[in-house]
């Protein structure tokens, strides 16, 4: 998982100690610290909903529909209102598949797009619908970036013409969290736990028992109904007021992990 990150991170010129670790899927929070420290990370950030935040972020995303309409006919000035025609019926159909899924007339958008490509050939790009040498001169702009030339001596051609409506969600503010209690935190067990080439003794928090400000020290185990957090040793938690999970690298192990990279490189 490691080597995964550094691909898209390290081999791109991106230094990943600056950055925070965010952690997703129900096994994440069981290879967080681990993963960090294998990329000399030192700060971890866990959502709530760290276990199903795919599930989480399609609840929360935009709703969208598409639709396309076969037309092939050349483009030319004549051409334009015929298109148009087409593009208003795709989207009157598009905002009404929105509108029954309950978003407002107010918060949806469409985009009118046309798929063109020079006649005589099968590769069509898609571009913004306008007058008929705007979209030409988006498909040669498009072409030229793709191809590296352009063919102005031929005609383009009006593959399909289609329409992607968007409906926005209400944008969703997490609360605060209220202090739930007024007693010390207390683990619910405690464990073995084999870990960096030792065993620990390891107590067992419920992250709804958790305050705001309260901090876990190591080794830990954080359990949550999407998951189960470990906190290793050489690391915190700390709960915020949006119940976010921030784990921070301590001192050692800082200069463990630099230690470690210095060896390495």
């Known amino acids: 998982m490691a080597s995964a990150i550094k691909k898209i991170s390290v ?65 030319t000035p004549d051409t334009v209102p015929a298109l148009k025609q087409s593009l208003e019926e795709l989207s009157a159909a598009g905002q009404a598949e929105i509108l029954e899924q309950g978003v407002s007339g107010d918060r949806i958008q469409t985009l009118l797009k046309t798929h063109l490509r020079y006649e005589g050939t099968d590769s069509a790009l898609i571009v913004d619908f306008g007058d008929a040498d705007t979209m030409r001169t988006y498909f040669e702009q498009a072409y030229h970036q793709r191809y590296g030339f352009t063919m102005p001596h031929k005609a383009l051609i009006v593959e399909a013409v289609s329409v992607e409506a968007i409906g926005q969600t209400t944008p969703l503010t997490e609360p605060l969290l209220p202090i739930g209690r007024t007693t010390p935190l207390t683990p619910i067990s405690t464990v073995q736990m084999y870990t960096h080439d030792t065993w620990h003794e390891t107590p067992i928090y419920q992250r709804e028992d958790l305050n705001p400000g309260d901090r876990l020290p190591s080794p830990s185990l954080i359990i949550e109904p999407t998951g189960t957090n470990v906190i290793e040793p050489g690391w915190s938690a700390e709960l915020t007021q949006r119940n976010h999970l921030i784990l921070r690298r301590d001192e050692d192990g800082r200069m463990k992990d630099e230690k470690r990279m210095r060896t390495e490189g």
């Open 11 to 75: 081999q791109r010129g991106y230094d990943v100690t600056e950055y925070t670790l965010c952690c997703f899927g129900g096994a994440g929070g069981q290879h967080a610290c681990l993963i960090a420290e294998a990329l000399g990370m030192t700060q971890i950030f866990i959502h709530p909903y760290a276990g199903v935040l795919s599930a989480y972020g399609i609840g929360l995303a935009d709703l969208r529909t598409l639709k396309e309409k076969a037309v092939e006919v050349r483009l």
